[in-house]
Structures are given as structure tokens and as C-alpha cells.
């Protein structure tokens, strides 16, 4: 088995490894923009820097696959087969969610445990119109994999629900970023 070390905060980084600035989109055009022209971009969720202290930012999936390198030195975006790797390691997707989520923090959260030191918050997202949703409800992250030339893999974990879910999901959304040790 792969031994793996995870962030226990979702990434809240405004520059590429390199120092070059990863462009912040604050209005819906700016965000509609960067998505349209499949380049990086981040945002905080309202555009409120409380929300981004507390969840960390959303970047879109051209931030997470710049080869400028989106993760501290010594940390990578995780890939799809990361992701299935720890949910596999925590019971399953229908298991792992429980073991994932932050005791506080989730509107609903049931039963959690987070014995899994995962922390996960439900810091919502940005769709690709820049409208922002789900915020105390939903966690959604990115992977590090694409599944189609407008598609990249990603999880969530919600509020009703002990599942790790993974789906793919339109490249100029706005999820969350954790990341994993090299």
C-alpha cells in the first residue's frame, strides 16, 4: 500500500511555485473570462477573504494543471487514482465521507468522525457562469487528472451523505484544492 500524507487545509496560494501571480476573478465576467480562455484562475467564495481563511480559495482546473505548479514545493495536486487510493484506504466512497469531514462547520453534518485527520470543510464552488453555491453544504476538490478535453475529476462530500463521490466536472469550475505530499 502507497503511504500517503495529506494537507489538512484546503491550499490558499495566490502565486504559482515559481512566484509568478495566479490572476485573481472577482467579477463574473473576469471568471467567465479566465474559463473561456482555459487560463488560471482563482477566486474566494463570495469573494469575501473570511470565506478564504476559512476554506481556502477555489481555483479552476487550468490553475490545477499550469505546469508552473500550482502545490508548494515537496506537495502535488492529487490525481484521480490519489483520491481512489484514500477512499479506498477509508472503507470506500460509500464510507470515507464520514471519515473525511470536519465534526463542525457542515449545516447537517450526522455522523462524522473525521478520524481520518482529512478536515474536509463544505467551502462550495463557483460554476462556469460565476455563480457561487453550496457554501456550508458541499466540499468539492479537485484532482490532478483529466477526463476529457472540458472535463477533470474531482470528489465532493456533503452535508446528508457519507459518501466520497467522484464525478467529472467541467474545467472552469471553482473547487477547492488539497494536497498530498511527494
Known amino acids: 500500500l502507497e503511504k500517503q500524507?495529506?494537507?489538512?487545509?484546503?491550499?490558499?496560494?495566490?502565486?504559482?511555485?515559481?512566484?509568478?501571480?495566479?490572476p485573481e476573478a472577482k467579477t463574473i465576467q473576469e471568471w467567465e473570462a479566465a474559463?473561456?480562455?482555459k487560463s488560471p484562475a482563482w477566486c474566494y467564495?463570495?469573494?469575501?477573504?473570511?470565506?478564504?481563511?476559512?476554506?481556502?480559495?477555489?481555483y479552476n482546473w487550468y490553475a490545477v494543471n499550469d505546469t508552473r505548479g500550482l502545490a508548494p514545493t515537496g506537495w502535488h495536486v492529487p490525481t484521480d487514482a490519489e483520491w481512489t487510493i484514500l477512499s479506498d484506504?477509508?472503507?470506500g466512497e460509500n464510507q470515507a465521507g464520514t471519515k473525511m469531514k470536519s465534526t463542525s462547520g457542515w449545516n447537517a453534518s450526522g455522523?462524522?468522525?473525521?478520524?481520518?485527520?482529512?478536515?474536509?470543510?463544505?467551502?462550495?464552488f463557483?460554476?462556469?457562469?460565476?455563480?457561487?453555491?453550496?457554501?456550508?453544504?458541499?466540499?468539492?476538490?479537485?484532482?490532478?487528472?483529466?477526463?476529457?478535453?472540458?472535463?477533470?475529476?474531482?470528489?465532493n462530500l456533503g452535508s446528508y451523505y457519507s459518501n466520497l463521490y467522484?464525478?467529472?466536472?467541467?474545467?472552469?469550475?471553482?473547487?477547492?484544492?488539497?494536497?498530498?505530499?511527494?
Do not use: H
Not at 500524507?5 to 495566479?22: H, K, M, P, Q
Not at 473525521?114 to 467551502?123: A, E, I, Q, V, Y
Not at 460554476?127 to 484532482?143: A, E, L, M, N
Open 5 to 22: 500524507s495529506w494537507a489538512t487545509e484546503n491550499l490558499n496560494v495566490d502565486c504559482f511555485r515559481n512566484g509568478d501571480l495566479i
Open 35 to 37: 474559463g473561456n480562455a
Open 45 to 58: 467564495y463570495d469573494n469575501d477573504p473570511n470565506n478564504g481563511a476559512k476554506y481556502g480559495k477555489l
Open 89 to 91: 484506504f477509508l472503507g
Open 111 to 124: 455522523n462524522v468522525t473525521n478520524s481520518s485527520g482529512f478536515s474536509g470543510l463544505p467551502g462550495g
Open 126 to 155: 463557483r460554476d462556469d457562469d460565476g455563480d457561487f453555491s453550496s457554501v456550508g453544504y458541499y466540499g468539492y476538490w479537485w484532482s490532478a487528472s483529466e477526463s476529457n478535453e472540458t472535463d477533470a475529476w474531482a470528489r
Open 166 to 182: 467522484r464525478y467529472d466536472n467541467y474545467k472552469d469550475y471553482g473547487f477547492s484544492v488539497r494536497c498530498i505530499r511527494d
